[in-house]
Protein backbone atom coordinates (compact mmCIF):
# COMPACT_ATOMS: atom_id res chain seq x y z
CA UNK A 1 0.00 0.00 0.00
CA UNK A 2 1.37 3.27 -0.93
CA UNK A 3 -0.70 6.73 0.78
CA UNK A 4 -0.28 10.05 -1.00
CA UNK A 5 -2.39 13.37 -1.40
CA UNK A 6 -3.88 13.09 -4.94
CA UNK A 7 -4.34 16.10 -7.50
CA UNK A 8 -7.46 17.13 -6.65
CA UNK A 9 -7.05 17.69 -2.77
CA UNK A 10 -8.22 14.33 -1.41
CA UNK A 11 -6.19 11.57 0.53
CA UNK A 12 -5.89 8.18 -1.10
CA UNK A 13 -4.17 4.86 -1.19
CA UNK A 14 -3.23 2.39 -3.97
CA UNK A 15 -2.69 -1.20 -3.53
CA UNK A 16 0.22 -3.23 -5.21
CA UNK A 17 0.39 -7.06 -5.01
CA UNK A 18 2.93 -7.70 -7.15
CA UNK A 19 5.53 -6.29 -5.36
CA UNK A 20 5.29 -3.19 -7.12
CA UNK A 21 5.18 -4.26 -10.68
CA UNK A 22 1.42 -3.07 -11.16
CA UNK A 23 -0.98 -0.64 -9.18
CA UNK A 24 -4.33 -1.04 -8.57
CA UNK A 25 -6.85 1.94 -9.11
CA UNK A 26 -6.51 4.86 -6.18
CA UNK A 27 -9.07 4.29 -3.15
CA UNK A 28 -10.13 7.29 -1.68
CA UNK A 29 -9.02 8.25 2.57
CA UNK A 30 -10.25 11.35 3.36
CA UNK A 31 -12.43 13.05 0.87
CA UNK A 32 -12.24 16.59 1.68
CA UNK A 33 -10.58 18.10 -1.01
CA UNK A 34 -8.19 20.37 0.86
CA UNK A 35 -6.29 17.11 2.63
CA UNK A 36 -2.71 18.21 3.03
CA UNK A 37 -1.19 15.24 3.82
CA UNK A 38 -1.06 12.10 6.29
CA UNK A 39 0.69 9.17 8.23
CA UNK A 40 0.28 5.88 8.69
CA UNK A 41 0.89 3.00 10.99
CA UNK A 42 0.94 -0.83 10.61
CA UNK A 43 -0.53 -2.59 13.70
CA UNK A 44 2.35 -5.11 12.86
CA UNK A 45 5.39 -2.50 13.32
CA UNK A 46 4.37 -2.09 16.97
CA UNK A 47 6.67 -4.52 19.01
CA UNK A 48 4.37 -8.02 20.76
CA UNK A 49 1.65 -7.70 17.53
CA UNK A 50 2.32 -10.53 15.19
CA UNK A 51 -1.47 -10.84 13.69
CA UNK A 52 -2.69 -7.52 13.67
CA UNK A 53 -4.08 -6.51 10.02
CA UNK A 54 -5.21 -2.59 10.66
CA UNK A 55 -3.33 -0.04 8.90
CA UNK A 56 -4.04 3.67 11.11
CA UNK A 57 -4.55 6.73 9.38
CA UNK A 58 -3.79 10.06 10.28
CA UNK A 59 -4.83 13.15 7.65
CA UNK A 60 -4.97 16.76 8.04
CA UNK A 61 -6.40 19.38 6.06
CA UNK A 62 -6.06 23.41 5.29
CA UNK A 63 -9.46 24.55 5.89
CA UNK A 64 -10.56 23.22 9.66
CA UNK A 65 -6.76 22.45 10.69
CA UNK A 66 -7.70 19.36 11.82
CA UNK A 67 -6.28 15.72 12.11
CA UNK A 68 -8.50 12.98 11.00
CA UNK A 69 -8.53 9.38 11.91
CA UNK A 70 -9.70 6.65 9.37
CA UNK A 71 -8.71 2.89 9.37
CA UNK A 72 -7.97 0.02 6.75
CA UNK A 73 -8.27 -3.53 7.13
CA UNK A 74 -6.09 -5.10 4.97
CA UNK A 75 -8.09 -8.43 5.22
CA UNK A 76 -10.49 -6.90 3.68
CA UNK A 77 -9.51 -3.63 2.31
CA UNK A 78 -12.44 -1.58 3.87
CA UNK A 79 -12.60 1.57 5.94
CA UNK A 80 -13.81 2.80 8.51
CA UNK A 81 -15.96 6.62 8.61
CA UNK A 82 -13.58 9.04 8.67
CA UNK A 83 -13.13 10.57 12.71
CA UNK A 84 -12.88 14.41 13.08
CA UNK A 85 -10.45 13.39 16.22
CA UNK A 86 -9.74 16.88 17.22
CA UNK A 87 -12.46 19.61 16.66
CA UNK A 88 -13.84 19.35 19.62
CA UNK A 89 -10.97 19.72 21.82
CA UNK A 90 -8.19 21.84 19.32
CA UNK A 91 -7.86 24.82 17.52
CA UNK A 92 -5.35 26.62 15.13
CA UNK A 93 -4.78 27.10 11.22
CA UNK A 94 -2.15 24.08 10.26
CA UNK A 95 0.82 25.74 8.16
CA UNK A 96 0.93 23.51 4.60
CA UNK A 97 4.46 22.30 4.23
CA UNK A 98 5.80 23.02 7.58
CA UNK A 99 4.76 20.18 9.70
CA UNK A 100 3.56 16.45 9.37
CA UNK A 101 1.14 14.70 11.66
CA UNK A 102 2.48 11.03 13.22
CA UNK A 103 0.14 7.96 14.28
CA UNK A 104 1.40 4.69 16.35
CA UNK A 105 -0.11 2.56 18.61
CA UNK A 106 1.50 1.43 21.53
CA UNK A 107 2.30 -1.87 23.06
CA UNK A 108 -0.91 -1.87 24.91
CA UNK A 109 -2.86 -1.06 22.13
CA UNK A 110 -3.60 2.61 22.91
CA UNK A 111 -3.63 4.86 19.68
CA UNK A 112 -1.46 8.42 19.42
CA UNK A 113 -1.64 10.79 17.07
CA UNK A 114 0.30 14.49 16.98
CA UNK A 115 1.11 16.97 15.10
CA UNK A 116 3.46 20.18 15.73
CA UNK A 117 2.19 23.87 14.52
CA UNK A 118 2.86 27.40 15.31
CA UNK A 119 -0.72 27.84 16.51
CA UNK A 120 -1.16 24.61 18.03
CA UNK A 121 0.53 21.48 19.24
CA UNK A 122 -0.23 18.31 20.71
CA UNK A 123 -0.47 14.51 21.23
CA UNK A 124 -3.97 13.01 21.60
CA UNK A 125 -4.94 9.26 22.11
CA UNK A 126 -7.63 6.99 22.10
CA UNK A 127 -8.58 3.88 23.83
CA UNK A 128 -11.12 2.37 21.90
CA UNK A 129 -10.02 1.80 18.54
CA UNK A 130 -10.21 5.24 17.26
CA UNK A 131 -13.51 6.54 17.90
CA UNK A 132 -12.84 8.73 20.87
CA UNK A 133 -9.61 10.96 21.31
CA UNK A 134 -8.42 12.69 24.15
CA UNK A 135 -5.15 14.94 24.56
CA UNK A 136 -2.53 12.57 26.15
CA UNK A 137 -1.54 14.40 29.33
CA UNK A 138 -0.57 17.72 29.39
CA UNK A 139 1.26 19.33 26.01
CA UNK A 140 4.33 18.56 25.06
CA UNK A 141 4.88 21.06 22.83
CA UNK A 142 5.16 24.99 22.01
CA UNK A 143 3.50 26.55 19.04
CA UNK A 144 5.70 25.80 16.69
CA UNK A 145 6.13 24.37 12.57
CA UNK A 146 8.18 21.32 13.92
CA UNK A 147 8.54 17.92 12.43
CA UNK A 148 7.30 14.74 14.50
CA UNK A 149 7.76 11.04 14.89
CA UNK A 150 5.90 9.58 17.68
CA UNK A 151 7.19 5.64 18.59
CA UNK A 152 6.43 2.86 20.56
CA UNK A 153 8.12 1.95 23.77
CA UNK A 154 7.68 -1.02 25.87
CA UNK A 155 4.99 -0.72 28.14
CA UNK A 156 2.90 0.84 26.66
CA UNK A 157 5.10 4.02 26.85
CA UNK A 158 5.26 6.41 24.06
CA UNK A 159 8.32 8.62 22.55
CA UNK A 160 8.25 11.60 20.85
CA UNK A 161 10.94 12.55 18.62
CA UNK A 162 11.14 16.23 17.38
CA UNK A 163 12.99 18.22 14.89
CA UNK A 164 12.96 21.91 16.39
CA UNK A 165 13.81 23.52 12.88
CA UNK A 166 14.15 26.89 15.04
CA UNK A 167 16.98 25.80 17.07
CA UNK A 168 18.23 23.07 15.01
CA UNK A 169 17.86 20.70 17.73
CA UNK A 170 16.71 17.22 16.98
CA UNK A 171 15.40 15.68 20.37
CA UNK A 172 13.02 13.23 22.47
CA UNK A 173 10.51 12.88 25.03
CA UNK A 174 8.69 9.74 26.95
CA UNK A 175 5.23 9.56 27.95
CA UNK A 176 4.54 7.07 30.79
CA UNK A 177 0.92 6.46 30.06
CA UNK A 178 -0.44 9.87 32.29
CA UNK A 179 2.82 12.31 31.98
CA UNK A 180 4.95 13.02 29.99
CA UNK A 181 8.97 13.99 30.83
CA UNK A 182 9.41 17.34 32.28
CA UNK A 183 12.33 18.32 29.97
CA UNK A 184 13.77 17.13 25.96
CA UNK A 185 16.61 14.65 25.76
CA UNK A 186 18.63 16.35 23.44
CA UNK A 187 19.80 13.74 20.24
CA UNK A 188 21.41 16.67 18.20
CA UNK A 189 22.06 20.36 19.11
CA UNK A 190 23.06 21.23 15.52
CA UNK A 191 20.69 19.75 13.17
CA UNK A 192 20.59 21.74 10.36
CA UNK A 193 17.69 21.54 8.18
CA UNK A 194 16.77 22.67 4.74
CA UNK A 195 13.79 25.64 4.47
CA UNK A 196 12.68 24.14 0.86
CA UNK A 197 12.67 20.16 1.72
CA UNK A 198 11.10 19.29 5.12
CA UNK A 199 11.10 16.31 7.60
CA UNK A 200 14.26 14.84 6.00
CA UNK A 201 14.40 12.39 8.84
CA UNK A 202 12.73 9.30 9.75
CA UNK A 203 12.57 6.47 12.57
CA UNK A 204 12.36 2.74 12.87
CA UNK A 205 11.87 0.07 15.54
CA UNK A 206 13.66 -3.51 15.97
CA UNK A 207 10.66 -5.41 17.38
CA UNK A 208 12.50 -8.15 18.76
CA UNK A 209 14.67 -5.55 20.99
CA UNK A 210 12.78 -2.76 21.41
CA UNK A 211 15.57 -0.35 20.23
CA UNK A 212 15.11 2.37 17.98
CA UNK A 213 17.32 3.48 14.95
CA UNK A 214 17.03 7.00 14.03
CA UNK A 215 18.46 8.52 10.51
CA UNK A 216 18.50 12.13 9.44
CA UNK A 217 20.22 14.82 7.46
CA UNK A 218 21.93 17.65 9.23
CA UNK A 219 24.13 20.55 7.18
CA UNK A 220 21.37 20.90 4.96
CA UNK A 221 21.11 24.72 4.46
CA UNK A 222 22.85 25.32 1.76
CA UNK A 223 22.67 22.03 0.06
CA UNK A 224 25.59 20.23 -1.76
CA UNK A 225 27.90 22.08 0.20
CA UNK A 226 28.81 19.44 3.22
CA UNK A 227 25.86 17.88 3.61
CA UNK A 228 25.39 14.58 6.22
CA UNK A 229 23.43 11.90 7.03
CA UNK A 230 23.39 11.19 10.68
CA UNK A 231 22.47 8.63 12.88
CA UNK A 232 21.42 7.80 16.46
CA UNK A 233 20.04 4.94 18.34
CA UNK A 234 17.62 4.88 21.85
CA UNK A 235 18.11 2.08 24.06
CA UNK A 236 18.13 1.06 27.79
CA UNK A 237 16.12 4.99 27.84
CA UNK A 238 19.44 6.29 26.31
CA UNK A 239 20.54 8.10 22.64
CA UNK A 240 23.83 7.21 21.48
CA UNK A 241 25.24 8.58 18.15
CA UNK A 242 26.41 6.08 15.75
CA UNK A 243 28.37 5.85 12.35
CA UNK A 244 27.28 8.43 9.85
CA UNK A 245 25.97 7.43 6.49
CA UNK A 246 27.26 10.04 4.68
CA UNK A 247 30.05 13.28 6.06
CA UNK A 248 30.12 16.37 3.80
CA UNK A 249 28.92 14.83 0.97
CA UNK A 250 28.98 17.45 -2.28
CA UNK A 251 25.80 15.48 -3.19
CA UNK A 252 22.74 17.73 -1.91
CA UNK A 253 20.31 14.89 0.51
CA UNK A 254 16.88 16.59 0.27
CA UNK A 255 15.22 13.60 2.63
CA UNK A 256 16.56 10.53 4.68
CA UNK A 257 14.35 7.58 5.68
CA UNK A 258 14.86 4.41 7.31
CA UNK A 259 13.54 0.43 7.48
CA UNK A 260 14.81 -2.40 8.98
CA UNK A 261 14.78 -5.98 7.94
CA UNK A 262 12.83 -8.31 10.15
CA UNK A 263 15.07 -11.34 9.79
CA UNK A 264 17.79 -10.09 10.20
CA UNK A 265 18.08 -6.68 11.74
CA UNK A 266 20.08 -5.07 9.10
CA UNK A 267 19.43 -1.69 8.21
CA UNK A 268 18.26 0.72 5.42
CA UNK A 269 18.74 4.10 5.19
CA UNK A 270 17.08 5.30 1.57
CA UNK A 271 17.79 8.99 0.61
CA UNK A 272 17.28 11.62 -2.56
CA UNK A 273 20.40 13.97 -3.46
CA UNK A 274 20.63 16.39 -6.12
CA UNK A 275 23.94 16.25 -7.89
CA UNK A 276 22.77 19.52 -9.66
CA UNK A 277 20.33 21.75 -9.14
CA UNK A 278 16.59 19.89 -10.24
CA UNK A 279 17.87 16.75 -10.86
CA UNK A 280 17.97 14.37 -7.82
CA UNK A 281 18.09 10.70 -7.64
CA UNK A 282 17.39 8.10 -4.79
CA UNK A 283 19.87 6.02 -2.78
CA UNK A 284 20.44 3.73 -0.54
CA UNK A 285 22.88 2.05 2.13
CA UNK A 286 23.24 -1.34 4.45
CA UNK A 287 24.12 -1.66 7.53
CA UNK A 288 24.68 -5.03 9.24
CA UNK A 289 25.44 -4.15 12.70
CA UNK A 290 23.37 -1.77 14.02
CA UNK A 291 25.02 1.49 12.32
CA UNK A 292 28.07 1.00 13.08
CA UNK A 293 29.55 0.83 9.83
CA UNK A 294 27.38 1.52 6.32
CA UNK A 295 28.01 -0.33 3.20
CA UNK A 296 28.43 1.38 -0.36
CA UNK A 297 26.14 3.52 -2.06
CA UNK A 298 23.68 1.68 -3.96
CA UNK A 299 21.39 3.35 -6.66
CA UNK A 300 20.35 5.72 -8.41
CA UNK A 301 17.75 2.74 -8.36
CA UNK A 302 15.07 5.59 -10.15
CA UNK A 303 15.58 5.17 -13.74
CA UNK A 304 13.74 8.89 -14.60
CA UNK A 305 16.33 12.03 -12.65
CA UNK A 306 14.24 15.21 -12.09
CA UNK A 307 13.08 17.78 -8.83
CA UNK A 308 12.53 14.67 -6.66
CA UNK A 309 10.47 14.62 -3.77
CA UNK A 310 10.22 12.04 -0.80
CA UNK A 311 11.14 9.77 -0.51
CA UNK A 312 9.25 7.40 2.42
CA UNK A 313 9.91 4.00 3.16
CA UNK A 314 8.21 0.93 4.77
CA UNK A 315 9.86 0.93 8.09
CA UNK A 316 9.78 -2.55 8.56
CA UNK A 317 9.38 -5.81 6.44
CA UNK A 318 10.78 -9.38 6.27
CA UNK A 319 9.86 -9.61 2.83
CA UNK A 320 10.60 -6.19 0.50
CA UNK A 321 11.84 -2.69 1.68
CA UNK A 322 9.93 -0.62 -0.99
CA UNK A 323 10.13 3.35 -1.47
CA UNK A 324 7.67 5.13 -3.53
CA UNK A 325 8.88 9.09 -4.57
CA UNK A 326 7.49 11.87 -6.09
CA UNK A 327 8.75 13.55 -9.11
CA UNK A 328 7.40 17.58 -10.12
CA UNK A 329 8.53 17.46 -13.59
CA UNK A 330 5.55 15.18 -14.68
CA UNK A 331 3.75 15.09 -11.69
CA UNK A 332 4.14 11.38 -10.83
CA UNK A 333 4.45 9.22 -8.19
CA UNK A 334 7.57 6.32 -9.10
CA UNK A 335 8.37 3.61 -6.71
CA UNK A 336 10.90 1.21 -6.78
CA UNK A 337 12.28 -2.15 -4.75
CA UNK A 338 15.37 -1.38 -2.20
CA UNK A 339 15.44 -4.84 -1.54
CA UNK A 340 14.18 -8.00 -1.97
CA UNK A 341 14.49 -9.61 1.66
CA UNK A 342 11.88 -12.63 1.59
CA UNK A 343 13.73 -15.81 3.46
CA UNK A 344 14.13 -18.68 1.93
CA UNK A 345 11.64 -21.04 1.46
CA UNK A 346 12.71 -24.49 3.58
CA UNK A 347 14.24 -27.04 1.14
CA UNK A 348 12.27 -29.56 -0.03
CA UNK A 349 12.56 -33.17 1.13
CA UNK A 350 14.91 -35.46 -0.46
CA UNK A 351 13.67 -37.71 -3.16
CA UNK A 352 12.07 -40.96 -1.96
CA UNK A 353 13.59 -44.33 -3.51
CA UNK A 354 11.64 -47.33 -4.79
CA UNK A 355 12.58 -50.65 -3.24
CA UNK A 356 12.05 -53.91 -5.41
CA UNK A 357 12.54 -57.03 -3.29
CA UNK A 358 14.06 -59.97 -5.57
CA UNK A 359 14.12 -62.82 -3.46
CA UNK A 360 13.13 -64.13 0.10
CA UNK A 361 15.53 -66.77 2.08
CA UNK A 362 13.44 -68.84 3.71
CA UNK A 363 10.57 -68.51 1.54
CA UNK A 364 7.67 -66.08 2.12
CA UNK A 365 5.38 -67.09 4.78
CA UNK A 366 7.10 -70.43 5.27
CA UNK A 367 6.44 -71.90 8.52
Known sequence: YTFYRDADGTCVYRKTTDGGASWGSSVTVDSQTDCIGGGIWYDRWTPGDSTGTYIHIVTFDSGNSDLWYTRLDTNSDTLTATVNATGANQGGLFTIGANFPS??????????????DGTDSFVIKSIDGG???TEAGTNPFDLADDFLILMPLSGGNIIAIRWDISADDIQSKVFNGSSWDANWTDIDTNATENSNFDCAFGATIDKTTGIIYLAYAADIAALGTDDDIRTAVYSGGVWSSKTDVLTNDSKAVTSVKISIDENNSHLYVVYTA????????VYWKKSTDGMNTWGAEQGPINTTSGNLAGPRVNIMSNERIYTPWYITSSDSLLGNTVADISPPPPPEDPPKETLKINSTSPSDNAA
Open 274 to 281: FIVANNGN
Open 103 to 116: VTKGTDGILYMGIQ
Open 131 to 133: VNW
